[in-house]
């Protein structure tokens, strides 16, 4: 048995846990990070996941701030114009077409758009470069045992860390969470999300559009050129049968259904990466801390894919718990309570606000549909109400 002594342990080698451990790290605190899996860090490998983050311009400044936006700048595709389009009824065009453009409240746009697997490539990267800071992929979570001024964290492997502070950044499922007794409530909406990437003839002009119907929404994020044709990643969101049926399609059926379910806005559309599937589900933790422990990201809150909340409000999170650790003696009762205080309230109304719009989105009764795209109007051409919404999108209070 192997025991090591270590500022902070972070479980959960995804984007989260590694942008924390680049975060604490650059700050000068010595940090264990771990995970079962080993990281996938080529798109073509089997494993790799080929879903896209798109970061808020909070989220970015904070990057900057950690050392790691340098290195994910040159991949970035800017998003300027978040647009949202109803193809809702029986028409084949859109009813509504609402584009809200970061140039009316910033000089910046709204977020900057990579794949999941070159954001694991390059923190990765980045974490070779702090000495302080060590990866331990292919190690997993056993359990901690909290104490006065430590932790003592057990790994697999025989490997034990004593350690100031345990951060859980291990998803939905989250371990540490379940070891530090931490409930948690889930609403589960019975839809699935289908992830790709496809050119298509149009260009997308660093426009996002969330095009609704029925079931959830279709949004197209921008990405760069692929092989001279414009590209755009997708989350298609539908009731779970009809995500099945839409998997078991030959490609060229696929990209069919996906045309139509676009309301052929981009033109044609051509499958550039496979497909995956993954569950929607809001969840939220009764609590952010335990003795010696706080819980970030997925292990704290799971929003469905809209409004580019989801990871966003994850950084919020590594943000708020890096400045208070330079306040206060780390992983203290003092300092996890500001936590909990700082983010609770914040992610409850986040989460509810998402799921009323994901809630919205689904509706396939022509009385809600009608709502719907009244509601996009007003808030649309009501121009204060429009500034006012993409500050809040954008994180502020």
């Known amino acids: 048995m192997k025991r090591i002594t270590s500022d902070i342990v972070i479980s959960g080698g995804g984007v989260a846990g590694l942008t924390a451990a680049a975060a604490f790290g650059a700050a000068g605190f010595s940090v264990v990070i771990v995970d079962p899996a080993l990281p996938v860090t080529n798109a073509a490998f089997e494993g790799a996941d080929l879903r896209t983050t798109a970061f808020l311009q909070p989220a970015q400044s904070f990057l900057d701030d950690i050392g790691l936006w340098g290195r994910l700048a040159e991949y970035a595709t800017p998003l300027q114009v978040m647009r949202i389009a109803d193809v809702s009824g029986e028409g084949r065009g859109a009813r509504v077409t609402a584009d809200f453009d970061a140039a009316d409240i910033s000089d910046k746009p709204f977020g900057w758009n990579l794949p999941n697997w070159l954001l694991r490539r390059e923190m990765l990267a980045r974490l070779k470069e702090l000495p302080n800071v060590e990866f331990h992929a292919g190690t997993g979570f056993v359990s901690l045992l909290p104490r006065e001024t430590e932790a003592l964290v057990m790994l697999t492997g025989g490997l034990q860390v004593r350690a100031k502070l345990v951060i859980g950044a291990d998803g939905r499922h989250s371990a540490v969470r379940e070891a530090a007794e931490i409930d948690v409530k889930t609403h589960r909406y019975g839809q699935k999300a289908i992830s790709f990437a496809v050119t298509h003839p149009s260009p997308h002009d660093n426009v996002s559009t969330e095009i609704h119907r029925s079931g959830g929404p279709f949004t197209f994020v921008p990405l760069p050129d692929h092989e001279g044709e414009p590209c755009s990643a997708v989350v298609w969101m539908e009731k779970g049968a009809e995500v099945n049926r839409l998997m078991a399609l030959s490609d060229e059926e696929f990209e069919s259904e996906a045309l139509t379910r676009s309301a052929a806005l981009y033109g044609s ?124 999108g954008l994180g502020a209070s």
């Not at 919020?316 to 718990?321: F, K, M, R, V, Y």
């Not at 003696?329 to 996890?336: A, H, V």
């Not at 396939?364 to 509601?375: E, K, M, S, T, W």
């Open 269 to 392: 559309l051509t499958l550039a990466t496979r497909r995956m599937v993954w569950p929607i589900i809001s969840q939220v933790a009764s609590a952010l801390s335990a003795p010696r422990t706080a819980l970030v990201a997925e292990a704290a809150h799971v929003v469905p894919p809209i409004g580019a909340q989801g990871l966003n409000m994850s950084l919020n999170d590594i943000a708020t718990l890096l400045d208070l650790a330079r306040e206060h003696d780390l992983g203290s009762r003092k300092m996890l309570d500001a936590y909990q205080k700082a983010r609770h309230g914040d992610i409850k109304l986040r989460v509810n606000g998402i799921d009323a719009l994901n809630r919205a989105s689904m509706s396939n009764a022509p009385f809600l549909q009608d709502l719907r795209v009244a509601g996009i109007k007003a808030l649309h051409d009501a121009a204060p109400v429009r500034r006012g919404l993409m500050k809040l």
